[in-house]
């Protein structure tokens, strides 16, 4: 009997290395940015994490696919253009799983590559940093990979939230993973607090968090004006994560801008959310070599430390920063990047990690407490 998934495909690197392997999932050709997360577990959420929108993504855990897919987890419509996998399971089991991996990549559009050795894989990305690759089950010669490569825009100067926020508000009310979220908590006030949240590629898990906390949202497209944000007289607002280049999201930035200086209103950002409040404090941002895409970055300052989630390829330099204006509140312990800053006199704060924390560890969920607590003191 011919193996299903021993059909040949490859990958193909922009600097022409190639990684011949097979392909899973959906047939045809993905190109993007390559990029690699250590994390263990959850692939559902890690592959529908709007933030990795135009990327590949390579898991450097050796097997994926065992647990299946459920109804609950995934954070979005959105998804990656394709996945990079040592093994993947073909054997779903899970007393959640409602649907077969493979079927779900295929309805997904999603094109997989097993059967290549992921640490050299990563190495090189390591080592040279992330750069753009084909993966393609089609018949392809290495020049005609190397075009559709060169014909690639790189990550840096694209605005791609335009492309994955929402073009309709909505309002997010009620908790919508509550078969499995151990964190599901009675919020301490009994006032509903009323976020407005800019999205700019929102993960659902946060808006889940916003709620567990007392909150309701009200999610806005990411070229929201100032009046459209006012107008709904939020205690709170909430800048979301998203895909690309932070600098590139000159629409966020001006509205940031203009909320900061417009007044007391609590904020909150988290991850391109932090990006953006970063660059309309005046700070700049700059291309990491390769990100940071896993469950256990260590992060904090001061022996206080949080073990965090991140999907990040982007960072604030810290020199851009006037200190009159901003406070650094958190470093990545692993390479001392900028990881929490916090406006002076202001109560305006984010983090560049996850603190919803889908998939990952739940050490920084005080920082939604916080931005709570920030709302009731002005209610
Ligand atoms: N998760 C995010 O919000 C990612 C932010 C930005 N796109 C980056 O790669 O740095």
New binding site residues.
Partial sequence: MINPYKKNAKLVLSNGIVFPGFYFGASGTAFGEIVFNTGMTGYQEVIT?P?YYGQILTFTYPEIGNTGINFEDSESNTNVKGIIVRNFSSNNSNWRSKKDFNQWLVEKNIVGLHGIDTRALVKILRSNGSMNGVITSEDKTLESCLKIIHDTPN?EGLN??KVVSTKQKYLWTTHTQTNFDLRIRNAESSKKLKIVAID??IKNSILNRLVSHGCEVLVLPSRSSLKDVLSNKPDGIFF???????SSVSEGIDLAKSLIEYGDIPMFG??????IFGLALGGS?YK?PF?HRGLNHPCGENNKIEITS??????IDPNSLSKEIVRITHYNLNDKTVAGIEVNNKPIFSVQY?PEAGPGPHDSDYLFKKFVSLMLERC
Avoid: E, R, V, Y
């Fill in positions: 994490d933030s990550m791609l939230s700019f590629g979301s994560n998203g895909p690309g280049d932070p988290i991850c391109l959310g932090h990006q941002t990491l990100g991140q999907n990040h390829g982007f960072a996850h």
